[in-house]
């Protein structure tokens, strides 16, 4: 097919507030270089990680956020993000079969290649390059699963940064059928994921969250529920979880060690709390605790997530869905947490 010239889009201009996303009709459409694919975007879901980007919060300067990218470097605007994307090939560049094209294909977040070479600091979608929230975009050929599913695209659209970001956790963790895995943050896009894929794996799940939410979260598997605004140590006993899954971080934080057995195992991917907390490093080493700080995927965690999609092992949990040009009201949405899962933008 030939594809336009130009498309629709949602472009960050700068670090800052909602006014900083601005919808664009006028914005060319990128063509595949060597080892590329074009995908026309279906959907593509609401992140921390976008609007975490957009507020330069991953930056550990001084204000001048020159280091706002996940990789720690500054952001090249105007920017088009959007980290989760479902969408169809539609054009193929140099070195990759055209058979491909019309595949429908779930985007790997975490990219190992782009513009034709290996990346010696892995990029993310959205972040150090173009991402989902326009009509078309850009990827490696390697980095575009094709997927075959009866779930719709915007349902798709909720699995590839959360799952995959939960998925790695999991990996990383080593969880299995033995262990008992405590989940912050659980009601959340990562959270909810991890959930259900522990269960898949046969551990027993323990989460962390509101009281409104527990009921859902039992329902996707967990066994018990805490309310995030109890003590954790009264709750559960100290020494009592095998692993713990933190996506929340702050000023409980060191209960979350104190709860983990001797040899326990603790992974983070978010700090929603806040990510200043205070460590004794006695409990580290006296427990013989691991830690695992856990952003860049494992090199299996993408396809294994796309096979257990198809295999049906785990469930898209999508709260709401917005057109793309309403990207400001979903991402006030997705701020005031009042919902479990995932919130969907529908590009097409």
């Not at 709750?235 to 971080?249: C, F, H, Q, W």
């Amino acid at each position: 097919m030939t594809l336009p010239q130009k498309m629709s889009g949602v472009v960050l201009t700068g670090h800052g507030g909602p006014e900083m996303l601005e919808w664009r009709d006028d914005l060319t459409v990128p063509t595949p270089g060597k080892g590329d694919v074009i995908v026309r975007v279906s959907a593509a879901g609401v992140n921390n990680t976008d609007i975490n980007t957009r507020l330069a919060w991953y930056s550990k300067g001084d204000g001048d956020a020159d280091d706002a990218t996940w990789s720690g470097a500054p952001i090249a605007f105007p920017l088009i993000q959007g980290i989760d994307v479902c969408g169809q090939i539609v054009a193929t560049g140099e070195g990759v079969d055209p058979k491909r094209i019309g595949e429908r294909v779930l985007i790997e977040p975490c990219l190992l290649e782009a513009n034709g070479e290996r990346l010696k600091t892995p990029w993310f979608l959205g972040s150090e390059c173009n991402g989902g929230f326009a009509d078309y975009t850009r990827v490696a050929s390697r980095h575009a699963y094709r997927i075959v599913s009866d779930l719709t695209d915007a349902q798709l659209a909720s699995f590839p940064c959360s799952y995959s970001t939960a998925e790695n956790m999991l990996t990383r963790t080593n969880v299995g059928p033995d262990d008992t895995v405590l989940i912050t943050g659980a009601s959340g896009g990562v959270g909810s994921a991890a959930i259900q894929l522990a269960r898949a794996r046969g551990a027993t799940v323990i989460a962390v969250t509101s009281p409104s939410k527990a009921e859902t979260l039992k329902s996707l598997g967990a066994i018990r529920t805490v309310d995030r605004s109890n003590d954790l140590i009264a709750e559960l006993g100290r020494n009592s979880m095998d692993v713990v899954i933190d996506l929340v971080a702050g000023q409980k934080w060191p209960s979350l060690l104190d709860v983990l057995r001797p040899a326990g195992r603790y992974a983070v991917a978010g700090a929603v709390a806040g990510p200043i907390v205070e460590l004794d490093v006695r409990t580290l080493y006296l427990k013989d605790l691991s830690f695992y700080g856990c952003t860049v995927l494992e090199p299996q965690v993408f396809g294994n997530l796309v096979q257990r999609i198809e295999r049906k092992e785990i469930a898209p949990l999508v709260a709401e869905t917005y057109p793309l040009r309403d990207i400001a009201a979903a991402q006030k949405a997705f701020g005031e947490k009042g919902y479990v899962g995932k919130i969907v933008l529908t590009v097409r």
